[in-house]
């Protein structure tokens, strides 16, 4: 049964026109290169940094979750591939909070729960739908970004009682759809506030991390950031997946939210992919656009990116700075790469 809220509205708009905005230049910092003295790696999912330049990433051919160090080195494996009790089959996210290493199984649907060492502590199991992002929160929640047609867009979850407290946001048909890109969604903790934002609305939403009233939206109105309608989103993808395919090619989303020095940064995505000769897919009118914003949620500038379809696109915060881990290829040889993305 669900808790009726009365909510606050304030809502805010920054209008941002594409041919005047300010730019911002954005540039990457090589931090290390990854070894695979313990084992192979590839088709990374996602990765957390553990401390200073100390990270663990998870990887789906071969399925492992491995701990690196600051040299690059792997240190351990963390956990087993399987069915059973603490296994995984595919772990596609990984967290580390107070001193706890929290892993999400998208196939499984349950997060596992290690020590700093890779023990296992705990495994959570009763969870029914997809999810694009967490963040384990104090002692005992985890804060959800929702996907795979969920009623709502995030909830928080007791991981003492097994339930969840909270739940909220409405996801319209066009974000149900673009929750298929392979994106986290917009997701945030900040001031006992949850922060996010819907994968077709560019806006972002704040909630009490309490009980999710007091809502507001910061609304940002700009040009580039194009959403086509959708009238039913289930019937399209049970009945036409080619449909899906050219809406997802066709159209904006959100895809991260980041705290970083005086603000935040909004990343998104714009522009189309198109197809070309023998099926081949050609990314050269997408691009990437970060809002930097201030403590109010400003626009300050954006720093706009190419889009390079063979990247793996995935990120992760640590002391307000955003890390990415990039393949590099030479002579048929795959090398990844961490990296700091910098705005000057």
């Given at each position: 049964?669900?808790?009726?809220?009365i909510?606050?509205?304030?809502v805010?708009?920054s209008?941002v026109d594409?041919?005047?905005?300010?730019?911002?230049?954005?540039?990457?910092e090589?931090?290390?290169?990854?070894?695979?003295?313990?084992?192979?790696?590839?088709?990374?999912?996602?990765?957390?940094?553990k401390?200073?330049?100390?990270f663990?990433?998870?990887?789906?051919?071969?399925?492992?979750?491995?701990?690196?160090?600051?040299n690059?080195?792997?240190?351990r494996?963390?956990?087993?591939?399987?069915?059973?009790?603490?296994?995984?089959?595919r772990?596609?996210?990984v967290?580390?909070?107070?001193?706890?290493?929290?892993v999400w199984?998208s196939?499984?649907?349950?997060?596992?729960?290690f020590?700093?060492?890779?023990n296992?502590?705990?495994?959570?199991l009763?969870?029914?739908?997809?999810i694009?992002?967490?963040?384990?929160?104090?002692?005992?929640?985890i804060?959800?970004?929702?996907?795979?047609?969920h009623?709502?867009?995030?909830g928080?979850y007791?991981l003492?009682?097994?339930r969840?407290?909270h739940?909220?946001?409405e996801?319209?048909?066009?974000?149900?759809?673009?929750?298929m890109?392979?994106?986290?969604?917009?997701?945030l903790?900040?001031?006992?506030?949850?922060?996010?934002?819907?994968?077709?609305?560019?806006?972002?939403?704040?909630?009490?991390?309490?009980?999710?009233?007091n809502f507001?939206?910061q609304?940002?109105e700009?040009?580039?950031?194009?959403?086509?309608?959708?009238?039913?989103?289930?019937?399209?993808?049970?009945?036409?997946m080619?449909?899906v395919?050219?809406y997802?090619?066709?159209?904006s989303?959100?895809?991260?939210l980041?705290?970083?020095?005086?603000?935040?940064v909004?990343?998104t995505?714009?522009?189309?992919?198109?197809?070309?000769?023998?099926?081949?897919?050609?990314?050269a009118?997408r691009?990437?656009?970060?809002?930097?914003?201030?403590?109010?949620?400003?626009?300050?500038s954006?720093?706009?990116?190419?889009?390079?379809i063979?990247?793996l696109?995935?990120?992760s915060?640590f002391?307000?700075?955003?890390?990415t881990?990039?393949?590099?290829?030479?002579?048929?040889?795959?090398?990844?790469?961490?990296?700091?993305?910098k705005?000057?």
């Open positions: 049964m669900r808790q009726l809220i909510i606050l509205f304030c805010l708009v209008c594409s041919e005047s905005f300010k730019y911002s230049s954005l540039s990457s090589k931090i290390i290169e990854l070894d695979e003295n313990l084992n192979l790696i590839g088709g990374i999912s996602s990765f957390c940094i401390g200073e330049n100390k663990i990433i998870t990887t789906t051919n071969p399925v492992n979750v491995i701990e690196y160090s600051s690059g080195d792997q240190v494996l963390i956990g087993n591939r399987g069915n059973g009790p603490f296994e995984f089959e772990p596609s996210i967290k580390v909070h107070n001193n706890k290493i929290y199984d196939m499984l649907l349950k997060i596992i729960v020590d700093m060492s890779g296992p502590v705990k495994e959570y009763n969870f029914t739908y997809a694009g992002d967490f963040i384990p929160y104090k002692k005992n929640r804060i959800f970004y929702f996907k795979g047609g009623p709502f867009i995030v928080i007791d003492e009682t097994e969840y407290l739940q909220s946001g996801p319209s048909q066009e974000h149900n759809l673009l929750s890109n392979n994106s986290p969604g917009a997701l903790t900040y001031k006992d506030n949850v922060l996010y934002s819907s994968f077709d609305d560019l806006s972002i939403r704040l909630l009490s991390i309490n009980n999710f009233e507001s939206i609304n940002i700009y040009g580039d950031f194009v959403i086509g309608d959708v009238k039913d989103s289930k019937d399209m993808i049970n009945t036409d080619n449909r395919v050219d997802l090619m066709k159209n989303y959100i895809s991260n980041f705290r970083v020095d005086n603000g935040f909004l990343r995505v714009n522009g189309s992919l198109e197809r070309k000769e023998n099926n081949l897919i050609s990314s009118k691009y990437v656009d970060y809002f930097l914003l201030n403590e109010n949620f400003e626009v300050q954006i720093a706009r990116d190419k889009y390079n063979e990247e696109n995935i990120f915060s002391k307000e700075k955003i890390y881990i990039n393949v590099e290829e030479s002579n048929n040889n795959y090398r990844y790469i961490l990296n700091k993305i705005f000057d």
